[in-house]
T-cell receptor
Framework: GAGVSQSPSNKVTEKGKDVELRCDPISGHTALYWYRQSLGQGLEFLIY????????KSGLPSDRFSAERTGGSVSTLTIQRTQQEDSAVYLC??????????????FGNGTRLTVT | AQKVTQAQTEISVVEKEDVTLDCVYE???????LFWYKQPPSGELVFLIRRNSFDEQNEISGRYSWNFQKSTSSFNFTITASQVVDSAVYFC?????????????FGKGTKLSVKP
């Protein structure tokens, strides 16, 4: 079946502009995650959605970052007034159930964001 | 606080050599899960294994094997008779039942290069 789909695959934007990154999780997966991977770094957690519960936003680095998940499926990560330090690969993942069995995360190919 | 340490930033081996990737974790929970993911040059993270904290049995899957030792808080990954296709960045991750941050904390990864 289809995996996690992210769009666009690459995005170049000017400093100060807003960007929207999209994630289509695997159908039926209740949990959706956003991570950020900077060059040479590990994966940095950003935000986590589980069903209809309030999202865990504890990883968002600033109030310029926000995300929503509509209808329990597609998610959009929005970065306002982008800065050069926002340049990274933004990875989306979904899992069938997050707890208690901690089913594995299935990742998309990511969106490579470059802020010039 | 939870933490995952992959002390080896980069490893280079010649094809057919065995190689072990180290992972040390920190957690206060008695119930947790450990994971390994592979990120090939294409960028997509691929799930390799999940192990829960109550199961210390080592696991073997083809050329891959994992050694989980609670006494040393380690979950090491060995590739036997490495192949060029094994070249990738490998991430170890920890998930605490009841934890936040999307349930998954990643190490910074180990880049493995297998040369012919």
């Amino acid at each position: 079946g289809a995996g996690v789909s992210q769009s666009p695959s690459n995005k170049v934007t000017e400093k100060g502009k807003d960007v929207e990154l999209r994630c289509d999780p695997i159908s039926g997966h209740t949990a959706l995650y956003w991570y950020r991977q900077s060059l040479g770094q590990g994966l940095e957690f950003l935000i986590y959605f589980q069903g209809n519960s309030a999202p865990d936003k504890s990883g968002l680095p600033s109030d310029r970052f926000s995300a929503e998940r509509t209808g329990g499926s597609v998610s959009t990560l929005t970065i306002q007034r982008t800065q050069q330090e926002d340049s990274a690969v933004y990875l989306c993942a979904s899992s069938l159930i997050p707890m208690p069995n901690n089913s594995p995360l299935h990742f998309g190919n990511g969106t490579r964001l470059t802020v010039t | 606080a939870q933490k995952v340490t992959q002390a080896q930033t980069e490893i280079s081996v010649v094809e057919k050599e065995d190689v072990t990737l180290d992972c040390v974790y920190e957690t206060r929970d008695t119930t947790y899960y450990l994971f390994w993911y592979k990120q090939p040059p294409s960028g997509e993270l691929v799930f390799l294994i999940r192990r829960n904290s109550f199961d210390e049995q080592n696991e073997i899957s083809g050329r891959y094997s994992w050694n989980f030792q609670k006494s040393t808080s380690s979950f090491n990954f060995t590739i036997t008779a490495s192949q060029v296709v094994d070249s990738a960045v490998y991430f170890c991750a920890l998930s605490e039942v009841g934890g936040s941050q999307g349930n998954l904390i990643f190490g910074k990864g180990t880049k493995l290069s297998v040369k012919p």
